[in-house]
């Protein structure tokens, strides 16, 4: 009896542990997937996390921006991030959209000058103001530790701000263009050009912004009034064009050593004639081109003068004799018109360059390829050697060009994103027995690609030696010899 009543405990035993098993595991069972529930309830993201879309701005009438950011400075970054989403949208839309055809819809007449447009335009593109960028919205994630942002711009509140700059700018024309005929018609022809030439160059922005205005809102185009258009300064500078003129005041014919400066500065005078009688002009830009190189440029005083010191140099010269070419500032007029202006506002002046020979190594170090290097000190083996330099290895004077470069941007283009470094050689001018450099200059130039490498080899090509940092570099060296 005793057996089976201490059998049938153990039963009774056994029996209510299992239950109580089960019942625990059924209570562990019930709980968990409300713990879990509950958790991503909380943190749940809101669609236009992922999507970069939200209903309450629609595509249609606004531009989307999603940031992510994490730590002390979680905001700041998201917001900074997503306002680089928009601006990286807008910057492909104007890339996308941006036409020699829509280039020309300036209203000029005749073959519209675009040297440089392209630039110009990107140069709006990347100081664009975002001011108007707000933030839509904000999700804090607790799980990731993260902060994301969604900032939104307004696109009839960015246009109507567009079109306020442009109208601006029309506005400013109009006036001078409105001073410029008055004073024409009255006979004052100095003073009606340089009115001109002033509303020439208040358009001057006009162009790249009326491109990226048009690229981003194509089917509302803005268009310049007829009567404060380019077009109108070309018709009303047109007529007036054979009556200016650039005369050479002083500096021709001069001979100098090259790096330094020629004895005289080379001086012009850009004058109005009319019935025989000679009226300065005031205000003109005048360049100053050595060859296909800008040396230099001036603005015409009062009495209509203009001038450069010239550091003589032997590029683009022939037998060491060269040339000077001073010319008006049109570059906003046609091709026509500028052709047409060159034949009175253009003037040369003859140099002769002296050459001192002197003695050196030249080598090149830093980033890039060998093949760009050994490329580069080709070029500056040529460079130099027309400044008078004799390459002999383990010369006391040693050339160096230590070359450095640093992205400035991710460019994007509709053939994907491109990398633009900033390349820069510095070039020294050191003894070789102590080391010490006597004189240094930099150059920089840009290169452009999809491969961080070739961006670089590509700025390291573009490289140019002819300015006169470098001339005054090989005047100082060759003086401390």
């Not at 992510?68 to 996308?96: C, F, H, P, W, Y």
């Not at 040693?398 to 470094?421: D, H, K």
Request: contains cysteine.
């Amino acid at each position: 009896m005793k057996r089976i009543l201490q059998k049938t405990f153990s039963l009774l035993l056994t029996a209510l542990v299992i239950h109580l098993s089960l019942s625990c595991a059924s209570q562990t069972t019930a709980l968990a997937p409300l713990q879990v529930v509950a958790t991503a309830e909380a943190q749940v993201p809101p669609a236009w996390v992922s999507s970069g879309k939200d209903s309450r701005f629609p595509d249609d009438a606004y531009w989307l921006g999603v940031g992510s950011g994490r730590g002390g400075r979680a905001l700041e970054n998201a917001r900074d991030q997503a306002r680089n989403a928009i601006a990286k949208q807008l910057k492909m839309t104007v890339s996308s959209s941006t036409t020699l055809s829509e280039m020309s819809s300036s209203g000029t007449s005749g073959n519209f000058n675009i040297t440089n447009l392209q630039e110009r335009i990107q140069v709006v593109v990347d100081k664009m103001d975002l001011s108007l960028i707000t933030q839509g919205d904000e999700f804090v994630s607790k799980v990731k530790g993260t902060t994301d942002v969604l900032m939104v711009l307004e696109k009839a509140a960015f246009m109507k701000k567009l079109r306020t700059e442009l109208d601006e700018i029309v506005a400013g024309a109009r006036t001078k263009i409105s001073a410029a005929e008055s004073n024409a018609t009255s006979g004052n022809i100095a003073s009606a050009v340089g009115q001109y030439i002033d509303a020439l160059n208040a358009y001057e922005p006009f162009t790249p912004k009326q491109v990226f205005y048009n690229g981003i809102f194509p089917g509302n185009a803005y268009q310049a009034p007829q009567d404060a258009s380019l077009a109108a300064i070309e018709t009303g500078l047109g007529k007036l064009l054979s009556k200016v003129y650039l005369r050479k005041s002083a500096g021709d014919k001069q001979t100098g050593e090259v790096g330094r400066a020629l004895e005289q500065p080379l001086r012009v005078k850009a004058v109005a004639v009319d019935a025989g009688k000679e009226t300065p002009i005031r205000g003109v830009t005048v360049l100053f081109m050595n060859g296909e190189r800008e040396v230099g440029s001036s603005v015409t005083d009062e009495t209509g003068t203009a001038s450069l010191i010239f550091l003589t140099t032997t590029e683009g010269t022939v037998s060491n004799r060269g040339k000077v070419t001073a010319l008006i500032d049109f570059t906003e007029l046609s091709n026509r018109l500028r052709q047409e202006a060159a034949k009175t506002t253009s003037v040369s002046f003859d140099y002769t360059a002296k050459v001192s020979p002197f003695t050196c190594d030249i080598t090149v170090q830093g980033v890039g390829s060998d093949a760009a290097k050994v490329k580069l000190m080709k070029r500056m083996v040529a460079y130099f050697q027309k400044q008078g330099a004799v390459i002999k290895s383990g010369a006391p004077l040693v050339i160096t060009a230590t070359v450095t470069s640093t992205e400035a941007a991710r460019v994007q283009s509709p053939n994907g994103e491109l990398i633009l470094q900033d390349v820069s050689a510095l070039v020294s001018f050191a003894n070789r027995a102590s080391g010490e450099v006597v004189s240094s200059a930099t150059v920089s130039a840009k290169g452009l690609d999809k491969s961080e490498t070739v961006s670089v080899e590509k700025g390291m090509e573009n490289l140019q030696f002819d300015s006169n940092a470098i001339l005054e570099a090989i005047l100082s060296a060759k003086g401390s010899r």
